[in-house]
């Protein structure tokens, strides 16, 4: 435990005692968030379960209008993005915040860069008349009854990862800011490294979904 | 962190912190004003803000009730149309569930209380807290307005293919849910957090208060849960609004399905209800029979049972929806496990009352009547996940009277024993007691005038949610109704000499029930910062064999750097000479 006669750090917050019992505290929290967060993917993995059970046949068809190689290139943007993030958390920790300043806009860039190439998937999904739901999906180029069923589910999936890209470029542009008054360093690094876990959970939910809706034969 | 370096028998300095009967400086007093309300991160001011709210909202929930038992007097209709009746059972029970019974003991009571017991300034993370209550209120908003549109006619558990049909509101309500879940959410991941890390030097597991444990298990079911109930009324939403065809049988999804994901929320969910009730229990009986409780760990780990079991029953909901016989069984075995860490606990808190002191105050008074309602409450459960009585029962009134018995008789009545237990300590005033003891005899008398007889018109036959009934049911539900009336005129005269108390009620000392635990080693109301000083705790939270100075032990001021700010305060305070303690 640190030494409580030192005047307290800018960083430290009323209701702990010490920097340690704060990370500790946030770390856990984090880890309860992301146990929360696989949960609720967890309810999507088991829809795709049950609907691929009963109808093997759709999602092999309709599986092969995703485009493999884009999914594929966005993966391996992504699994770049989890290695610059890591190098992230180990600049701060050793006070190199030229070297934390720049992996966090590395990362915010591939971020981009896996949304870019999401937008071109969809739209061109959206051209053809593959729309999420019965109402809306015209697409006759899948011989199945139930074809919106696989991109309904397949649109959720990817939609509401999407939607924890976007949050954790916008944490990253504040982890970013942050970083440029100087707030981080060997001292506290606590929110750069909640972010990265973040970011790290962001990924393995993507290395999940790549394989589960583009790989299927 | 600090918890593991104590264990290791270190020897700290602590001094005796007697708590002041009249404080000048109180969470009241600090920071005054409706802004200061409103921006606070005072897991106390924020505990107070969602008791009044859920106040707000058990009010509105219990008026509809009202309404529907007087539109039951006759067996036609009396004063309200069929339409409107469906709307008014669906909105009393989504507003009793959502907004009443799950956020009412953890977000209420335990926000106020737990820190305190942990002997922490705050929870882990206080900014949370309180996005938590704006969640809630969102949620809330939401809510109203799918009843200035069309309401909502699904019943609370918006079984699909009905609520993709429906010509109400439901979407708005489910985005409510969906919102209003992650107020829960982050009630649980802050408990579970500020319970691992933010204890006092001395708490070990061990000596954590039962009331502690419950809220623990309660937000492990709560982070569970809760994100499979966000992501169902996400599909549901999906389903209603581009047809997903998912869950609608029509284009090519399952509605049992929907009931599988539906329950593994909202099972758990009964047990977010009543565990923390659980908690309050055994804090009240404890200090009302002057005696330790018996059975510590198994009551403290019967809570993790249940909330582990919990997880496994949620197919007993669908035991007549074309579930496969063997899943029906299994579930079927499996809820009646749920009745082994439950009878544990009750006959753990009977051997407590064995030879105790027993002083009869309001709390305590609640706290008999929750262990006659909820024994009632939880029998029938168990006939109800018996598979062949299932088929019988199944969607009859006994299944309303059962859950109005664990929900209402349990969680609720429970919620009053805690009410009356440490509303000295938030509010600093006493309630009348002779008055609060008129009162619990209306709620009891008035509850099972109410919900018995519904247990033999549903034996009979009668189906829940109708409108219309057949004449020989017609006794039973005037009597039903009756209770009704007797159980709002309970609630009035609380609602009266609580609000009197505030007002004009007597002062209340630091520790009005003598009790051994830690919230009670504060003033009443609390200091801003809950303790002036760090505090130490060398006892279990029931040691009532212990001198009471024992329980009063903070670290002593000049061995602690972190509190040299207001070490001129402590100083001037009434102290016994410094002892050393060694912890272990």
């Known amino acids: 435990m640190s030494n409580h006669s030192q005047a307290h750090p800018a960083h430290l917050q009323h209701h702990f005692v010490d920097s340690d019992q704060q990370f500790d505290a946030a770390k856990m929290g984090m880890w309860v968030f992301i146990v929360n967060e696989i949960l609720f993917f967890g309810g999507l993995f088991c829809a795709y379960i049950v609907f691929r059970a009963w109808y093997p046949d759709l999602f092999t068809q309709a599986a092969t209008e995703l485009n493999t190689v884009w999914g594929a290139v966005n993966t391996l943007v992504l699994i770049g993005s989890s290695l610059t993030v890591a190098m992230a958390i180990r600049s701060a920790q050793k006070n190199q915040i030229k070297g934390l300043q720049i992996?966090?806009?590395?990362?915010?860039?591939?971020?981009?860069?896996?949304?870019?190439?999401?937008?071109?998937?969809?739209?061109?999904?959206?051209?053809?008349?593959?729309?999420?739901?019965?109402?809306?999906?015209?697409?006759?180029?899948?011989?199945?009854?139930?074809?919106?069923?696989?991109?309904?589910?397949?649109?959720?999936?990817?939609?509401?990862?999407?939607?924890?890209?976007?949050?954790?470029?916008?944490?990253?542009?504040?982890?970013?800011?942050?970083?440029?008054?100087?707030?981080?360093?060997?001292?506290?690094?606590?929110?750069?490294?909640?972010?990265?876990?973040?970011?790290?959970?962001?990924?393995?939910?993507?290395?999940?979904?790549?394989?589960?809706?583009?790989?299927?034969? | 962190m600090a918890t593991a370096e104590v264990s290791n028998k270190k020897t700290l300095k602590v001094q005796r912190f007697k708590p002041s009967d009249n404080p000048s400086n109180t969470y009241l007093t600090d920071e005054k004003g409706v802004w200061a309300w409103m921006t606070t991160v005072d897991h106390k001011k924020i505990g107070i803000m969602y008791l009044v709210s859920v106040a707000i909202f058990f009010a509105v929930g219990g008026a509809l009730a009202l309404l529907l038992r007087t539109e039951l007097l006759t067996p036609a209709k009396t004063f309200i149309e069929a339409d409107t009746y469906n709307q008014l059972f669906t909105l009393h029970g989504a507003i009793m569930v959502f907004f009443v019974l799950v956020p009412s003991i953890p977000a209420a009571l335990g926000n106020f209380i737990m820190p305190m017991q942990l002997g922490a300034k705050d929870v882990a993370f206080p900014k949370l807290n309180l996005a938590s209550f704006y969640?809630?209120?969102?949620?809330?908003?939401?809510?109203?307005?799918?009843?200035?549109?069309?309401?909502?006619?699904?019943?609370?558990?918006?079984?699909?293919?009905?609520?993709?049909?429906?010509?109400?509101?439901?979407?708005?309500?489910?985005?409510?849910?969906?919102?209003?879940?992650?107020?829960?959410?982050?009630?649980g991941t802050n408990f579970i957090t500020t319970i691992?890390?933010?204890?006092?030097?001395?708490?070990?597991?061990?000596?954590?208060?039962?009331?502690?444990?419950?809220?623990?298990?309660?937000?492990?079911?709560?982070?569970?849960?809760?994100?499979?109930?966000a992501i169902t009324v996400l599909l549901?939403?999906?389903?209603?609004?581009?047809?997903?065809?998912?869950?609608?049988?029509?284009?090519?999804g399952d509605p049992v399905l929907f009931q599988h994901f539906f329950w593994f929320y909202s099972h758990p969910a009964v047990y977010i209800m009543i565990v923390p009730g659980f908690g309050i229990i055994s804090e009240v009986i404890s200090t009302f029979s002057k005696k330790t409780v018996f059975g510590y760990w198994a009551i403290a780990l019967s809570s993790l049972a249940i909330a582990f079991i919990g997880f496994l029953v949620w197919g007993h909901?669908?035991?007549?929806?074309?579930?496969?016989?063997?899943a029906t069984t299994v579930f079927s075995f499996l809820t009646f496990l749920v009745g082994i860490p439950t009878g544990i606990k009750i006959f753990n808190w009977i051997a407590t009352l064995y030879k105790g002191s027993i002083k009869m105050d309001t709390p305590m008074i609640y706290v008999?009547?929750?262990l006659f309602l909820f024994s009632i409450g939880g029998f029938t459960g168990i006939m109800l996940g018996a598979l062949s009585v299932d088929i019988h029962l199944h969607d009859t009134y006994y299944v309303v009277a059962h859950f109005h018995y664990v929900m209402m008789?349990?969680?609720?009545?429970?919620?009053?024993?805690?009410?009356?237990?440490?509303?000295?300590?938030?509010?600093?005033?006493?309630?009348?007691?002779?008055?609060?003891?008129?009162?619990?005899?209306?709620?009891?008398?008035?509850?099972?005038?109410?919900?018995?007889?519904?247990?033999?018109?549903?034996?009979?036959?009668?189906?829940?949610?109708?409108?219309?009934?057949?004449?020989?049911?017609?006794?039973?539900?005037?009597?039903?109704?009756?209770?009704?009336?007797?159980?709002?005129?309970?609630?009035?005269?609380?609602?009266?000499?609580l609000m009197h108390s505030l007002f004009k009620g007597a002062k209340s000392p630091a520790n009005p029930w003598g009790s051994r635990g830690l919230e009670w080693q504060a003033t009443s109301p609390p200091d801003f910062h809950n303790f002036d000083h760090t505090p130490v705790v060398i006892h279990g939270p029931?040691?009532?064999?212990?001198?009471?100075?024992?329980?009063?032990?903070?670290?002593?001021?000049?061995?602690?750097?972190?509190?040299s700010g207001t070490a001129k305060e402590v100083v001037d305070k009434e102290r016994d000479q410094w002892k050393n303690y060694s912890l272990g």
């Open chain 2, 236 to 252: 549901l939403t999906m389903e209603r609004w581009l047809g997903f065809g998912i869950f609608d049988p029509a284009l090519g």
């Open chain 1, 103 to 217: 992996n966090l806009l590395i990362t915010i860039a591939l971020a981009c860069v896996f949304l870019l190439i999401k937008y071109f998937e969809y739209s061109h999904k959206l051209h053809i008349g593959i729309w999420p739901g019965a109402e809306l999906y015209t697409y006759e180029g899948i011989d199945h009854p139930l074809a919106h069923v696989f991109f309904s589910i397949y649109y959720v999936m990817t939609g509401i990862h999407a939607i924890h890209i976007i949050v954790g470029i916008g944490l990253m542009i504040w982890i970013y800011i942050r970083a440029k008054k100087n707030e981080f360093g060997s001292e506290y690094y606590t929110p750069v490294e909640m972010v990265g876990l973040y970011w790290h959970l962001v990924d393995v939910i993507w290395i999940f979904l790549f394989p589960l809706l583009y790989l299927i034969e």
């Open chain 2, 368 to 370: 008999f009547i929750f």
């Open chain 2, 409 to 497: 008789g349990g969680t609720l009545i429970a919620l009053l024993a805690g009410l009356h237990f440490w509303w000295p300590k938030m509010t600093g005033k006493l309630y009348n007691e002779k008055l609060a003891k008129i009162a619990s005899v209306f709620i009891f008398v008035g509850f099972n005038v109410t919900f018995l007889p519904q247990f033999v018109m549903g034996a009979q036959g009668m189906p829940r949610r109708y409108y219309n009934y057949v004449d020989q049911f017609t006794a039973f539900h005037q009597t039903s109704t009756i209770g009704s009336y007797l159980l709002g005129v309970g609630f009035l005269i609380i609602l009266y000499y």
């Open chain 2, 542 to 563: 029931y040691d009532y064999h212990q001198p009471m100075e024992e329980f009063q032990l903070g670290l002593a001021v000049d061995t602690n750097g972190h509190d």
């Open chain 2, 196 to 229: 691992h890390k933010m204890r006092a030097p001395g708490i070990t597991w061990g000596k954590l208060p039962l009331n502690v444990w419950a809220l623990y298990a309660t937000s492990i079911i709560q982070v569970l849960a809760t994100p499979v109930l």
């Open chain 2, 317 to 326: 909901h669908m035991f007549t929806s074309g579930q496969s016989a063997v």
């Open chain 2, 135 to 187: 969640i809630y209120v969102a949620g809330a908003i939401f809510t109203f307005i799918a009843l200035a549109q069309h309401g909502l006619d699904t019943g609370w558990t918006f079984y699909t293919p009905y609520s993709t049909e429906s010509s109400s509101s439901v979407i708005w309500v489910t985005m409510g849910v969906f919102i209003l879940g992650f107020s829960s959410i982050l009630t």
